[in-house]
């Protein structure tokens, strides 16, 4: 009984995340719609302080969407853990302590980044040369977070999902599909960590563009899963 109420409250909260995963990269590219600015405005300082400073909305809604997706996902670890345990208890055990810590890292990064992103735009539209020099050599705000490196909130929950996803199909206890996007979600949520490390904005660019894309996806399916197995079992 308590393991279908984890299952459907950890489903339920699942797919929304998925939702809000999914409609986090095309909210905040809104402003690159409205004022028809090259996609490179986001990766130079210059450019993408005067595009939040004009349309600061889009971005505000992108933060609060990846931070509260990042909340919700929270009962997503005890539910697969739930499904899981009686294969490594230890294992899964360490790696949802991990996913808790990642999550709540994500979520607090994400409404702390885009707020602080928006008062730096404020103050860079208004500064003198000195000031908006300043804020050019600490871009990107993510330099000023306590996660620059994306070690928690991606390399965390990406080893979580590697591990929890590797342990339910080799024991057969989620179907196939899902498992395997799981594993592949892990690695590129790596990818955006090592592509961080190496300084690599086309590696980080794929972990934390495609990488969110995917992990929206294995939300969705995942949710949809625990929640229909409170019904009955699913084919593995």
């Not at 899902?178 to 190496?198: D, F, H």
Request: hydrophobic share 55%; proline share 6%; net charge neutral.
């Amino acid at each position: 009984m308590e393991g279908q109420k984890l299952w459907r409250l950890g489903g339920a909260c699942a797919m929304v995340a998925g939702f809000l995963y999914l409609a986090v990269i095309p909210t905040s590219a809104l402003p690159l719609v409205i004022t028809g600015e090259s996609p490179t405005a986001l990766y130079e300082a210059a450019p993408f302080y005067t595009l939040i400073d004009r349309i600061p909305l889009p971005f505000l809604l992108g933060g609060l969407g990846f931070g509260l997706a990042a909340i919700l996902a929270l009962a997503l670890v005890p539910a697969l853990g739930a499904l899981v345990e009686s294969s490594s208890p230890a294992m899964v055990r360490w790696m949802s302590a991990i996913a808790y810590l990642g999550l709540a890292v994500g979520a607090v990064s994400a409404i702390h980044g885009v707020d602080l992103s928006v008062r730096i735009a404020s103050t860079y539209a208004s500064g003198e040369p000195a000031i908006r020099a300043t804020i050019v050599a600490l871009y990107p705000p993510t330099a000023l977070t306590f996660d620059t490196w994306g070690l928690l909130q991606f390399g965390g929950v990406g080893l979580w999902i590697l591990v929890i996803c590797l342990l339910a199909r080799r024991h057969a206890l989620l179907p196939s599909g899902p498992a395997y996007l799981g594993i592949g979600v892990g690695v590129l949520y790596w990818s955006q960590v090592v592509g961080e490390l190496l300084k690599s904005d086309a590696l980080s660019g794929i972990g934390s563009g495609l990488g969110v894309i995917a992990a929206g996806v294995w939300y969705l399916w995942i949710g949809w899963i625990l929640w229909r197995r409170v019904a009955g079992p699913v084919n593995a």
